[in-house]
T-cell receptor, first 113, second 115 residues
Framework: RKEVEQDPGPFNVPEGATVAFNCTYS??????FFWYRQDCRKEPKLLMS???SGNEDGRFTAQLNRASQYISLLIRDSKLSDSATYLC??????????????FGTGTLLAVQP | DTAVSQTPKYLVTQMGNDKSIKCEQN?????MYWYKQDSKKFLKIMFS???????INETVPNRFSPKSPDKAHLNLHINSLELGDSAVYFC??????????????FGPGTRLTVL
């Protein structure tokens, strides 16, 4: 079983649609959670952190359910510029005084005009 | 000003050659990383260095050797390149890997193609 699992998609949605991505992780000791965005042939960039209480940044809402080991990202009012791969990322203790990021394989979103 | 930079951006080479990729960060971070993203887009950590000391060393062939001359630079040397080494290699840096809230900043990537 992969440490972080995501539906690879693609999700093809029209502009203005609401779309939700889900992610599950296997290590119950994982400490923190993120969504990164990666555009085609570019580097990953942090989109937002994910907190148990849920957090919102404009059109983006992230949720964490520690009991179910489940993370979600909701995008409202999709824009063409939202087209990208969304990577679910889990920060896990490596041992000693450091952590490491475990990346999901990403979910591809294509917003259509 | 590029926060994390890598050279070269593209690298095409023959099997069996030895090549190096360089990475520099101007963010003042203490920790740097190398990741490999394969053809299936799976991004996986290879190494991390904290202030020139190796901290994370995942199961990577010993043909791969990271070198950190100072905390702002982390280079990756690959010996005897194989077809399976073809991938995009990303460098990253962060300030506090011991903190759960630590954010990593990625370089633009080096696309390595082994023929």
């Amino acid at each position: 079983r992969k440490e972080v699992e995501q539906d690879p998609g693609p999700f093809n949605v029209p502009e203005g649609a609401t779309v939700a991505f889900n992610c599950t992780y296997s290590n119950s000791a994982s400490q923190s959670f993120f969504w990164y965005r990666q555009d085609c042939r570019k580097e990953p960039k942090l989109l937002m952190s994910v907190y148990s209480s849920g957090n919102e940044d404009g059109r983006f809402t992230a949720q964490l359910n520690r009991a179910s080991q489940y993370i979600s990202l909701l995008i409202r009012d999709s824009k063409l510029s939202d087209s990208a791969t969304y990577l679910c990322v889990v920060n896990t203790n490596y041992g000693g005084a450091t952590n490491k990021l475990i990346f999901g394989t990403g979910t591809l979103l294509a917003v259509q005009p | 000003d590029t926060a994390v930079s890598q050279t070269p951006k593209y690298l095409v080479t023959q099997m069996g050659n030895d090549k190096s990729i360089k990475c520099e960060q101007n963010l003042g971070h203490d920790t740097m990383y190398w990741y490999k993203q394969d053809s299936k887009k799976f991004l996986k950590i290879m190494f991390s260095y904290n202030n020139k000391e190796l901290i994370i060393n995942e199961t990577v062939p010993n043909r791969f050797s990271p070198k950190s001359p100072d905390k702002a630079h982390l280079n990756l040397h690959i010996n005897s390149l194989e077809l399976g080494d073809s991938a995009v290699y990303f460098c990253a840096s962060s300030q506090a890997p011991h903190k759960a809230s630590d954010t990593q900043y990625f370089g633009p990537g080096t696309r390595l193609t082994v023929l």
